[in-house]
């Protein structure tokens, strides 16, 4: 039974009533074809608490990151929530019909570098819609996302830094708490993620309490991919206290300060000699380059130390293609919002 203080929840032509699941679409515009729509889960539970907006999709083809919040969506009951979920489970819906990476196929834009988008082409429109209309009404937010067709993707989870200490503390409590291992938090004016024109990273700016959540990639839906960011997401409504349970951190974690590129600088045929999770040393051959012809031309050496945190799986590259991605990690330092979660093995 419903709490006395507890409303509905309205976006749109929805309507979620407390103890109400409620799925449909939220209408952005059109094309000459038909809408464009963003398709929408609202749960609203039995009793008071936070709002968290989950959003999936914004690259529709990082599959592992869209598969998640739809199992969260469906396994999620208002009887045992409180406060209420309101989820994007594909924001570029355009993008998943065409299976296209990246960029969305109605005007070529990619939706996470024009957040919170404005006035302009229908991206532009779709972002603004999403900021205004779904993630507005949220607490707390993720936006899961994975490696891209080609990428393979370490799991991590980021916030960007707003200069508000209340905000800037639960948005590091959450990427803590959402990550296996990898964290970053990014300075103001930082190129690390979520950086300007992310969705995460424009959210933090508006007051939300944003994460940018990372894993899976190179267009695969594999279950353990899955499974961080399920596991992640349920980790953070328990801190939250949306859910029952105590959240756990499952061993010592590290923080990302920086990261750099290691670029092919001949063109070919590409072997790769490193994986993501890899614990690169500077001057270590991490690719091989061959001609047309089959003759070894270039092999490639990581420019510094890091931790192989993207590693492209392009077969064929061109002069000035990057490699691998490494973090510049130290351990986490003390952070008492989370210390008490850590489990030790």
Same mark, same amino acid.
């Given at each position: ?261 290691? +670029? @092919?600088?001949? %063109? &070919? =045929?590409?072997? #790769? ?12 051959? $991490? ?13 490639? +050496? @990581?420019?510094? %130390? &890091? =931790?192989?945190? #993207? ?12 490699? $691998? ?21």
């Amino acid at each position: 039974m419903a709490v006395k203080d507890k409303c509905a929840v309205t976006i749109g032509s929805l309507i979620a009533e407390p103890g109400q699941i409620v799925r449909g679409f939220l209408d952005v515009g059109e094309t000459a074809t038909g809408p464009v729509q963003l398709p929408l889960v609202i749960i609203n539970g039995v009793e008071a608490g936070p709002t968290l907006c989950l959003t999936a999709g914004v690259h529709a083809t990082e599959y592992a990151s869209i598969a998640a919040v739809m199992r969260l969506t469906n396994e999620i009951q208002p009887h045992n929530l409180r406060g209420c979920i309101i989820a994007v489970t594909v924001v570029s819906l355009h993008m998943f019909a065409a299976r296209l990476p990246f960029v969305g196929p109605l005007d070529n834009i990619n939706l996470n570098k024009i957040a919170p988008g404005g006035d302009g082409s229908i991206s532009a429109i779709l972002a603004h819609m999403l900021f205004e209309q779904v993630i507005g009404k949220a607490q707390y937010h993720i936006d899961f996302h994975a490696g891209d067709f080609g990428e393979m993707l370490m799991p991590f989870a980021g916030y960007s830094l707003t200069g508000h200490e209340k905000l800037d503390r639960e948005g590091e409590a959450l990427a803590r708490l959402f990550t296996p291992q990898v964290f970053c938090i990014a300075p103001r004016g930082s190129s690390l993620p979520p950086s300007p024109g992310f969705v995460a990273h424009a959210a933090a700016q508006k007051g939300i309490v944003s994460i940018l959540a990372e894993a899976g990639g190179n267009g695969t839906m594999e279950e353990a991919d899955i499974a961080v960011h399920v596991d992640g997401a349920r980790n953070v409504m328990r801190y939250l206290r949306m859910i029952d349970g105590e959240p756990q951190i499952s061993g010592p974690q590290v923080l990302a300060t920086d990261w750099h590129n290691t +670029r @092919a600088t001949r %063109a &070919g =045929l590409l072997t #790769l000699k490193v994986a993501v999770d890899d614990r690169v040393a500077a001057g270590e051959e $991490v690719a091989e380059v061959f001609d047309i012809f089959g003759r070894s031309i270039e092999k490639v +050496r @990581a420019q510094k %130390a &890091g =931790l192989a945190m #993207l590693v492209w799986n392009y077969k064929a590259v061109n002069t000035g293609d990057p490699i $691998v991605r490494c973090w510049s990690t130290v351990p986490a330092p003390p952070f008492p919002e989370t210390d008490q979660f850590l489990i030790l093995r």
